[in-house]
């Protein structure tokens, strides 16, 4: 059976009271510490915990059964540290970005005298990962490499930033610098990496199954799986309802480098081209119903089924073909697979 919610969660007040009696030994003044432990709560409890959940899920599907009691936590444990990348990646990514709201509250960065301290309080999340990994880890023979794994997962998710922001600053508007290989580029580094293939190395490495070739699998096929959830998430931002995507979405006004604005630079004629730069990225609904307007027009739309047939056909045919004699499972993938597939928020 799939992980709970409920479940994962419980597993966090332990590793909160881990953090706090690591801070203890330096005998931090209590403000501090009582500081950390709020923004470990605001920052990584809240979220749906996809990624996180994702350890433990594959974890029994590579084993086969379910896990006993110490490897759910242990699991579970490895899930709450990508948890915590989450956290420090968006308490940054808040601030760069200058949002307002974060799952239904304000970014962490405009709660009540936080302010910039918010960025020493995103280091902090990071460096937790390190030492609830040292906590539980340590012993193991596959330590070194779960640490390699985080710090090279987390500057690759870090390139994929910096490609991002000089690509499409908010208040710059310059479509020359947009490009499909551009765009493919930050989400590889930005998204898949971190969101798809990170949850389920760490699950390999967990069950003693990170050999080279099922690190391999996994990576040339959740790789591009993660690149369609970006494109599919593009997407929706433009056509979902609010109502079932839960928000308004703001590519446009924000200037993204989005799937949708290069698939539209790729087919546009010169007038629908002076149309975009006349009206893309500019923070009003008038530029952005223009802009909403001419993706129908260019029937992104359709381009977007015809796309999403073909991946998901590439992505089977990968599915397919795994080997399985090292223990890698192809239910994993397919289990990804399934829950992203035709969704709609």
Same mark, same amino acid.
Request: charged content about 30%; some cysteine.
């Given at each position: ?79 709450? #540290? !990508?948890?915590?990348?989450? $956290? %420090?990646? /968006?308490? +940054? ?6 949002? =307002?709201?974060? &799952? ?11 302010? #910039? !301290?918010?960025?020493?309080? $995103? %280091?902090? /999340?990071? +460096? ?6 040292? =906590?539980?880890? &340590? ?207």
């Amino acid at each position: 059976m799939p992980t709970t919610l409920k479940r994962f969660e419980s597993v966090f007040p332990q590793l909160i009271r881990d953090l706090s009696d690591h801070c203890k030994q330096y005998k931090l003044p209590t403000q501090a510490l009582t500081w950390f432990e709020e923004s470990l709560q605001h920052n990584t409890v809240g979220g749906k915990c996809n990624r996180g959940m994702s350890v433990v899920d594959t974890s029994a599907l590579l084993l086969k059964r379910d896990l006993t009691d110490d490897e759910y936590f242990r699991s579970a444990t490895l899930g709450w #540290m !990508i948890e915590l990348l989450q $956290a %420090f990646f /968006l308490v +940054s990514d808040d601030i760069m970005d200058s949002s =307002k709201t974060r &799952r239904g509250s304000p970014c962490w960065y405009l709660m009540p005298n936080v302010g #910039m !301290i918010a960025i020493n309080d $995103a %280091f902090m /999340l990071e +460096s937790a990962i390190y030492i609830l990994l040292k =906590k539980y880890f &340590r012993q193991d023979k596959n330590y070194v490499d779960l640490m390699e794994l985080f710090h090279e997962v987390t500057f690759q998710t870090e390139l994929g930033q910096a490609c991002d922001l000089l690509t499409a600053p908010e208040d710059h508007v310059d479509l020359d610098n947009f490009s499909l290989e551009k765009y493919t580029f930050i989400v590889i580094y930005k998204t898949a990496y971190y969101s798809f293939y990170l949850p389920v190395a760490l699950a390999l490495h967990f069950c003693g199954m990170a050999t080279e070739k099922n690190l391999k699998q996994a990576h040339d096929i959740l790789i591009p799986m993660g690149e369609y959830f970006q494109v599919q998430d593009d997407y929706l931002d433009n056509y979902a309802d609010p109502e079932t995507l839960g928000k308004i979405g703001t590519d446009i006004q924000d200037n993204k480098c989005s799937w949708l604005v290069n698939q539209a630079l790729k087919r546009a004629t010169k007038e629908q081209r002076a149309v975009l730069e006349q009206h893309y990225g500019r923070k009003n609904k008038d530029d952005e119903a223009k802009v909403k307007a001419l993706f129908n027009d260019l029937q992104l739309d359709q381009v977007y089924h015809a796309y999403e047939e073909e991946k998901v056909g590439d992505i089977r045919k990968h599915i397919a073909e795994v080997d399985e004699s090292e223990g890698l499972k192809k239910e994993v993938f397919e289990e990804f697979l399934r829950k992203i597939y035709k969704r709609s928020k």
